[in-house]
């Protein structure tokens, strides 16, 4: 009976010890890196201002997001993100951005840099994941804005990348995503900026005369009014 008593007991502790390992299995964290930048010298460079950035809800969350063969998205038990990836996504483009344009006139929205900006790029991520068998997938729309609110310019982007299925090389495809994502946005930044920039140091217009034969007129004269000339007379009054 002791026998016993004691099998079951080592088979508990057993049991209780594979429990424990697979609770206090560590989490891996990750943050998205699209590698190294070359550092703009540029201090007169493109002024831009980017965000508002938004991400899908579905991203919004420290669990990181493995999509399946089926479509169905699974939230991974091993993964996270190494805070908000939202965040994370923001800082990357704005440094890719950068270094595309050789600019140090960046801000992040809701900064306020301490002057106008050229191109305010208003960006919207709608898809940014990717799966074990899956390849990594980004699709983004944007909007670029003058420094008036008027809207220059807009494009909708969609980019895949291939990885070998861990989720380290899916972090990784995903960072290349974002390079591609930075290179398209440049390509469509400089174009608005040089307008703004032309606009801006052209001389301001002189208003156009909408009649010129009206111009040309000389103005009417009002009545004349006949001078008063004093009378002469040579009649002599006699007194008597």
Request: glycine share 6%; aromatic share 4%.
């Amino acid at each position: 009976m002791s026998a016993l008593r004691a099998l079951a007991y080592l088979s508990l502790v057993s049991l209780l010890g594979l429990a424990g390992c697979t609770v206090n299995r560590p989490t891996q964290l990750y943050q998205l890196d699209a590698g190294a930048v070359p550092v703009p010298e540029r201090d007169n460079g493109v002024a831009v201002l980017l965000g508002p950035v938004s991400l899908a809800d579905y991203l919004k969350r420290e669990t990181m997001v493995q999509r399946q063969a089926d479509g169905i998205l699974n939230l991974s038990t091993e993964a996270r993100w190494a805070g908000s990836l939202e965040t994370n996504v923001s800082q990357q483009l704005m440094r890719l951005l950068s270094g595309e344009l050789d600019s140090t006139r960046l801000a992040l929205f809701p900064e306020k840099p301490g002057f106008t900006p050229q191109v305010q790029v208003m960006l919207t991520i709608s898809r940014l994941d990717s799966g074990p068998k899956e390849p990594a997938v980004l699709e983004a729309r944007w909007r670029l804005l003058d420094p008036k609110g008027e809207l220059r310019d807009s494009r909708v982007f969609r980019e895949e990348e291939a990885h070998s299925g861990s989720v380290q090389d899916q972090v990784r495809a995903q960072g290349d995503l974002l390079r591609k994502l930075s290179v398209q946005l440049a390509r469509d930044v400089r174009p608005v900026a040089a307008a703004v920039a032309e606009q801006q140091a052209a001389p301001p217009r002189k208003p156009a005369v909408a009649n010129t034969e009206q111009a040309a007129k000389p103005k009417e004269e009002g009545p004349k009014i006949p001078l008063v000339v004093p009378i002469r007379t040579d009649v002599e009054v006699y007194r008597f």
